[in-house]
T-cell receptor, first 113, second 112 residues
Framework: GENVEQHPSTLSVQEGDSAVIKCTYSDSASNYFPWYKQELGKGPQLIIDIRSNVGEKKDQRIAVTLNKTAKHFSLHITETQPEDSAVYFCAASPTNTGNQFYFGTGTSLTVIP | DAGVTQSPTHLIKTRGQQVTLRCSPKSGHDTVSWYQQALGQGPQFIFQYYEEEERQRGNFPDRFSGHQFPNYSSELNVNALLLGDSALYLC???????????FGAGTRLSVL
């Protein structure tokens, strides 16, 4: 089955700096890659997603890039703010699993004011 | 428009007991998936329901079972609870054929 690895596990940045989180996947059948933000005591919230026919997608301060050949995708957050502090999860969804999501192990992001 | 709602929010059980968790999907969604999230880990897929049948299943034992009702709401049942079943149980819903899934806040299960 699919295996998703995520790095780093923890990340601290100064407010206003950029943060980058990287994920790799193993199954070439994966074609949908969402990113979720999870705050303490809450469920995961979708922040951005990308499909395998697109190399990059941007939404204000958040962007995601996908390299299908290398099987890796990354989340980029620019101009970080304290409210960006949370745990971020990447996921991959193979076409032949009915949209089952395989999640990474998460990155705890701390933005220092 | 209410999002995905789950009940209860917290639950404490002892080993060997049985538990039922409930989920109401987001309005307009007909597909429900359940995930288990252990502390410090990413969610792991348990199973997915649509048209009142289990369609996909992850690597979980038969002690984990579910049900979907005609109004698309769903239940997750776990029998013979083990200490290792302590986790946050998340429900996610979507429209069939869509990629995007929306998660509820989860039920925190503690097994003592």
């Amino acid at each position: 089955g699919e295996n998703v690895e995520q790095h780093p596990s923890t990340l601290s940045v100064q407010e206003g700096d950029s943060a980058v989180i990287k994920c790799t996947y193993s199954d070439s059948a994966s074609n949908y890659f969402p990113w979720y933000k999870q705050e303490l005591g809450k469920g995961p919230q979708l922040i951005i997603d990308i499909r395998s026919n697109v190399g990059e997608k941007k939404d204000q301060r958040i962007a995601v890039t996908l390299n299908k050949t290398a099987k890796h995708f990354s989340l980029h957050i620019t101009e970080t703010q304290p409210e960006d502090s949370a745990v971020y999860f990447c996921a991959a969804s193979p076409t032949n699993t009915g949209n089952q999501f395989y999640f990474g192990t998460g990155t705890s992001l701390t933005v220092i004011p | 428009d209410a999002g995905v709602t789950q009940s209860p929010t917290h639950l404490i059980k002892t080993r060997g007991q049985q538990v039922t968790l409930r989920c109401s999907p987001k309005s307009g969604h007909d597909t429900v998936s359940w995930y288990q999230q252990a502390l410090g880990q990413g969610p792991q897929f348990i199973f997915q329901y649509y048209e009142e049948e289990e369609r996909q299943r992850g690597n979980f034992p038969d002690r984990f079972s579910g049900h979907q009702f005609p109004n698309y709401s769903s239940e997750l049942n776990v029998n013979a609870l083990l200490l290792g079943d302590s986790a946050l149980y998340l429900c996610a819903s979507k429209r069939r054929g869509a990629d995007i899934q929306y998660f509820g806040a989860g039920t925190r299960l503690s097994v003592l």
